[in-house]
């Protein structure tokens, strides 16, 4: 059966952790991450929306490659045969001609991934070398940000919207999705990457799951990235896999920037479990 399967999040939200177990599942738990496949996202995407459109991206200004996305998406499933995962920043959205970006009709599902807006702020400064407050003023923005016509980056640009746009696109859109918090996924990861794992199409067991669930152990993972380097780094001095594991904002983000990003998203967080003070309800339903 072909189709995509989407892996959906605001950045700094377990995407590239889901990623890599769900890569490990396909190759193998020993499979290194230096054989990640690059899931049609940064340069990779350019490329292949270079291959299925018409026209080159380099061409084209961001709205008009926005309408040939749908179209790109259809030909690529068409011509594969085969189910393709792709991982997206993107709020859930329609193109000005009224289609949605990842076209329902071969979207088989969306693995949409949370995170307390708290750890996402520090994570994200870490991640930009930013200041917190940069960090949490972005994820309150909800405009497109701006990219020169002159010159298109080798990264097809995303509108991820503001941290609580991009979260109610997906929950709020057309898309069959298997919701997870980064939270859920740290406390029980066999239970929950095996429920994805079933989201996404793989067809595997428990003990699949849980050999490929310890391969991708943070410190497995913090190891190969300095014997070997990973490719989504921010940066040669910055380590992408920094901490993994939730309330890293405690004693780093102060009370101000705490009340903040309440008032930014608190609508949003309480629909998610996310309370003021930091703390994740559980167990939770989406609502």
């Given at each position: 059966?072909s189709?995509?399967?989407?892996?959906?999040?605001?950045?700094?939200?377990?995407?590239?952790?889901?990623?890599?177990?769900?890569?490990?599942?396909?190759?193998?738990?020993?499979?290194?991450?230096?054989?990640?496949?690059?899931?049609?996202?940064?340069?990779?995407?350019?490329?292949?929306?270079?291959?299925?459109?018409?026209?080159?991206?380099?061409?084209?200004?961001?709205?008009?490659?926005?309408?040939?996305?749908?179209?790109?998406?259809?030909?690529?499933?068409?011509?594969?045969?085969?189910?393709?995962?792709?991982?997206?920043?993107?709020?859930?959205?329609?193109?000005?001609?009224?289609?949605?970006?990842?076209?329902?009709?071969?979207?088989?599902?969306?693995?949409?991934?949370?995170?307390?807006?708290?750890?996402?702020?520090?994570?994200?400064?870490?991640?930009?070398?930013?200041?917190?407050?940069?960090?949490v003023?972005?994820m309150?923005?909800?405009?497109?940000?701006?990219?020169?016509?002159?010159?298109?980056?080798?990264?097809?640009p995303?509108?991820?919207?503001?941290?609580?746009?991009?979260?109610?696109?997906?929950?709020?859109?057309?898309?069959?999705?298997?919701?997870?918090?980064?939270?859920?996924?740290?406390?029980?990861?066999?239970?929950?990457?095996?429920?994805?794992a079933?989201?996404?199409?793989?067809?595997?067991?428990?003990?699949?799951i849980?050999?490929?669930?310890?391969?991708?152990?943070?410190?497995?993972l913090?190891?190969?990235?300095?014997?070997?380097?990973?490719?989504?780094?921010?940066?040669?001095?910055?380590?992408?896999?920094?901490?993994?594991?939730?309330?890293?904002?405690?004693?780093?983000l102060?009370?101000?920037?705490?009340?903040?990003?309440?008032?930014?998203?608190?609508?949003?967080m309480e629909?998610?479990?996310?309370?003021?003070?930091?703390?994740?309800?559980?167990?939770?339903?989406?609502?």
């Amino acid at each position: 059966m072909s189709g995509i399967v989407l892996i959906a999040s605001y950045p700094k939200s377990g995407n590239t952790w889901t990623r890599i177990v769900f890569e490990k599942l396909r190759k193998g738990s020993a499979a290194p991450l230096t054989d990640l496949s690059k899931h049609l996202h940064g340069g990779p995407l350019r490329r292949t929306f270079d291959d299925f459109s018409p026209v080159n991206a380099a061409e084209l200004s961001p709205e008009e490659i926005d309408d040939f996305f749908p179209d790109v998406y259809r030909r690529m499933t068409e011509e594969t045969g085969e189910t393709i995962i792709v991982k997206t920043h993107n709020a859930a959205r329609r193109n000005r001609t009224g289609e949605w970006l990842y076209p329902p009709d071969v979207v088989t599902g969306v693995v949409y991934l949370t995170r307390h807006p708290f750890d996402v702020a520090v994570s994200s400064a870490h991640h930009l070398d930013e200041t917190l407050v940069q960090a949490v003023d972005v994820m309150a923005q909800d405009g497109r940000p701006n990219v020169s016509l002159d010159h298109l980056p080798e990264r097809i640009p995303q509108w991820f919207r503001s941290w609580s746009g991009n979260v109610t696109s997906w929950l709020d859109g057309p898309y069959r999705l298997a919701v997870a918090r980064y939270e859920d996924l740290y406390a029980s990861p066999v239970t929950e990457f095996a429920r994805l794992a079933n989201a996404a199409g793989f067809a595997c067991d428990e003990s699949q799951i849980s050999d490929v669930v310890a391969a991708a152990r943070f410190d497995r993972l913090q190891q190969e990235e300095r014997e070997f380097g990973f490719r989504e780094s921010p940066a040669p001095s910055r380590a992408f896999f920094r901490a993994g594991r939730p309330g890293t904002w405690e004693g780093v983000l102060d009370h101000d920037l705490q009340a903040r990003i309440v008032a930014d998203h608190g609508a949003v967080m309480e629909r998610l479990g996310y309370g003021a003070d930091g703390s994740v309800t559980s167990p939770w339903t989406i609502r």
